[in-house]
C-alpha cells in the first residue's frame, strides 16, 4: 500500500461470500490480512521484519480488555496495540481513513502519534497507551460520526467493581488521574456515577 509493505489485523466476515470479496479488495490494493485468531505470531514476525501493521481496534473488549474511557464512560478496550509496542518499542500511528464520495476513495489523516518516549516515564504504561489510542479515536469518530458502526455497543462489558455495586477502586483513579488530559471536570464524570 503506497510503496509500504502493510498487514491488517482482521476478524473474517460471518458471511463467506462477502468475507471472501472484501479479502480480495484489500489483497488486490496489498494489503495482507491477518486473520484475528491465532495471528499473534503472525504480527510479531510481521513487525520483525519492518512491516507496518494496523488494526482497528474500537469494539468492545469483553472481561479480558482494559477499561479506559471512551466518550466520558469506561470502555473495555483491547490492549493488543499497547502490548505489541511497548514489546517491540516501536510507535503507535492512529490514523483515520475518511470516506469521500466515489468508490473506495478515502482521506487519510494522522491523529495522533504515539512514541515510546511518550509512554516511557507513564507509571502505568499500558493503560497509558490504551487511554491515548481510544481518545485518538474519539477525534477520529467526531470529525465524522456518520461513519462510525455505533452498532459495535463499546460499553456492553462493565467492571467488576460496577457490577458487584462498589465504588470505583483507588488505583483506577490514580490511572485515570495521571493521564496528562484528564481535565478535573472529565474525572468527576467518570468517577460520580460510582460513588
Known amino acids: 500500500v503506497l510503496g509500504y509493505p502493510i498487514a491488517a489485523l482482521a476478524r473474517p466476515l460471518d458471511n463467506a461470500l462477502l468475507n471472501e470479496w472484501i479479502l480480495n479488495v484489500r489483497q488486490k490494493h496489498g494489503l495482507q ?3 484475528k485468531w491465532g495471528g ?17 481496534a474500537d469494539q468492545n473488549a469483553g472481561g479480558r480488555g482494559m477499561f ?6 469506561l470502555a473495555s478496550t483491547y490492549k493488543s496495540i499497547g502490548l505489541l509496542a511497548m514489546r517491540y518499542e516501536i510507535p ?6 475518511k470516506r469521500l464520495d466515489g468508490d473506495f476513495q478515502y482521506e487519510i489523516s494522522l491523529t495522533d502519534y504515539i512514541e515510546p518516549s511518550d509512554w ?5 504504561p499500558l493503560y497509558y ?9 474519539e477525534e477520529m469518530i467526531r470529525s465524522a460520526p456518520e461513519q462510525y458502526l455505533w452498532l459495535h455497543r463499546r460499553w456492553k462489558s462493565r467492571p467488576a467493581f460496577e457490577l458487584e455495586g462498589k465504588p470505583m477502586p483507588k488505583n483506577l483513579i490514580r490511572q485515570l488521574e495521571s493521564l496528562p488530559w484528564m481535565t478535573e471536570k472529565e474525572l468527576v464524570r467518570l468517577t460520580d456515577c460510582y460513588h
Open 33 to 35: 490480512i491477518v486473520t
Open 40 to 56: 499473534v505470531s503472525v504480527l510479531q514476525e510481521l513487525i520483525s521484519s519492518n512491516t507496518s501493521v494496523g488494526f482497528i
Open 68 to 73: 479506559v474511557p471512551f466518550f466520558g464512560r
Open 92 to 97: 503507535i500511528a492512529a490514523v483515520h481513513a
Open 120 to 124: 516511557g516515564q507513564q507509571e502505568d
Open 129 to 137: 497507551i490504551t487511554a491515548r489510542y481510544n481518545r485518538a479515536m
